[in-house]
C-alpha cells in the first residue's frame, strides 16, 4: 500500500511523543458509501478526502502524549523490574497492515448510526490481531468531560484498587480506527433482552471483538482483540465490540440526546449490518421480591437485568422490614441484598425474570 504522510514529523511538530512504534499513515483507505451486503461498490481512496469527511486531522493507530504529560503517563514493570512488553515493533507493524489492507470504513443504513467498519467481501481478519486505542492523551479531566466527550476511552491507574481513572484518549483530531466501531453485546449478554420472537434472538450480531489491555514499553494500551478469524465471505461482515453500558439501549434517557439510542445489528449474511427493528426487543427486567411469611410478597426493586450483571458484586441494594416484635412500629431494619448473590442466582436461572428473597424470622 502506498503511503505518503510520516506520522512522526507530523505529532512531533505539536511536541507529542508517540507511546507506539511509529510508522507512516497510509495514504489510501477502503471507503464504501452503503453496507457491502447491499451491493456497495468498495474503493480505495485518498486519505485526505476521508478525513475530511470525519472532521479529523490526521488518521494513525498510535497514542500520543503532551511532551509535558509524559512523566505522568503511568508505566508498569515485571517482577524482575524490566518494562512489560506484550508485543514488539515488527508486531505492531504487521497488525496495522492486516487492518489497513482488510478492513473497510462504510456508511451504515440507519444515519443516526454513522459509519461502520467491515472486513470487505473476501478478505479476512485473523485471530488475535490487535487494535489500538488511538488519539491523544488528556490528563486529569473534569467530570463534565468525562460524562460529555464522545469516542473517548479512559486511561486508568491499573495498580490502584478500583483502577482509577486519570486521563481519556480522544481521537478528534488524531485517531484510527477504534472509535468507528459499533456495540453489539456479547453472546453470553443476550440473556439481558427480552425478544418477542425467538427467531430474531438468532439473528442477532454478538460482539466478535473483545477489550484488551497490552503493554508496550511498560505503557497500558488500551484495545480491542479479534476473537476469532473473521471472514467477509460474500457479503461482508461488520466489526462489533461489547462497550456500551445498559441504559443507552434505553429511549427518552436524560442523558440520550435526540433519543439517539444503541440498535442491535442483524448477523445474517444477506443482512449483516442492518438494525433490527427496536419493536423486536427490549431490555430484560428483573423483578426482586422479599416473602416476609405473609400471603403478598413484597417487591422491592425492579433493574434491568444488564444492570445487576455489570454491576459492582459488592454493591447492594437496602430495604427496610418493619420489626414484628417491636412494641412500636416506628423503627425499621434494614437488611442489604448484595448484587453479587443476584449475579450467582441469574448466571444459574438465566431466563429468571424474578428473584424471590426470603426472609427468616
Not at 517482577?79 to 489497513?100: P, R
Not at 453470553?188 to 425478544?195: A, Q, T
Not at 442483524?266 to 422479599?290: A, K, P, Q, W
Request: proline content about 5%.
Amino acid at each position: 500500500m502506498n503511503k505518503t504522510l510520516d506520522t512522526t514529523s507530523d505529532i512531533l511538530s505539536e511536541n507529542y511523543i508517540s507511546l507506539l512504534p511509529n510508522y507512516i499513515s497510509p495514504s489510501t483507505l477502503l471507503i464504501a458509501d452503503r453496507l457491502p451486503c447491499h451491493a456497495a461498490k468498495i474503493k480505495s481512496v485518498a486519505i485526505k478526502s476521508i478525513l475530511k469527511k470525519l472532521k479529523r486531522e490526521t488518521w494513525v493507530e498510535g497514542l500520543y502524549a503532551r511532551e509535558k504529560d509524559l512523566t505522568k503517563i503511568r508505566r508498569y514493570k515485571n517482577t524482575d523490574g524490566n518494562y512489560k512488553n506484550d508485543f514488539n515493533e515488527n508486531q505492531f507493524l504487521t497488525w496495522i497492515k492486516a487492518i489497513e489492507d482488510n478492513t473497510a470504513i462504510c456508511e451504515m443504513e440507519n444515519i443516526k448510526i454513522g459509519k461502520g467498519i467491515f472486513i470487505p467481501p473476501q478478505k479476512k481478519l485473523s485471530k488475535g490481531v490487535f487494535i489500538p486505542s488511538s488519539g491523544i492523551i488528556k490528563l486529569d479531566p473534569t467530570k463534565k468531560e468525562l460524562e460529555t466527550e464522545n469516542h473517548c476511552s479512559a486511561l486508568q491507574d491499573l495498580n490502584s484498587p478500583k483502577k482509577t481513572i486519570y486521563g481519556f484518549i480522544n481521537p478528534e483530531t488524531k485517531g484510527g480506527m477504534l472509535d468507528l466501531i459499533n456495540h453489539a453485546p456479547n453472546l453470553d449478554e443476550l440473556e439481558n433482552f427480552k425478544f418477542k420472537n425467538p427467531a430474531v434472538k438468532k439473528m442477532v450480531a454478538t460482539a466478535n471483538l473483545q477489550s484488551a489491555i497490552k503493554f508496550y514499553n511498560g505503557y497500558a494500551i488500551m484495545g480491542v482483540e479479534v476473537i476469532q478469524d473473521i471472514n467477509g465471505g460474500e457479503y461482508g461482515k461488520q466489526l462489533l465490540w461489547s462497550y456500551a453500558q445498559p441504559d443507552e439501549y434505553l429511549p427518552h434517557h436524560p442523558f440520550i440526546l435526540n433519543n439517539s439510542i444503541l440498535s442491535l445489528f442483524d448477523n445474517r449474511n444477506e443482512h449483516n449490518g442492518e438494525t433490527i427493528d427496536v419493536n423486536n426487543y427490549s431490555l430484560r427486567e428483573i423483578n426482586i421480591f422479599l416473602d416476609t411469611g405473609k400471603t403478598i410478597l413484597l417487591k422491592v426493586a425492579c433493574l434491568t437485568r444488564w444492570e445487576l450483571m455489570e454491576g459492582d458484586p459488592e454493591s447492594k441494594l437496602v430495604f427496610s422490614i418493619e420489626d414484628p416484635y417491636l412494641s412500636t412500629q416506628s423503627k425499621a431494619i434494614q437488611s442489604p441484598i448484595y448484587y453479587g448473590y443476584l449475579q450467582t442466582y441469574l448466571k444459574k436461572n438465566p431466563a429468571a425474570d424474578r428473584v424471590i428473597i426470603k426472609i427468616l424470622a
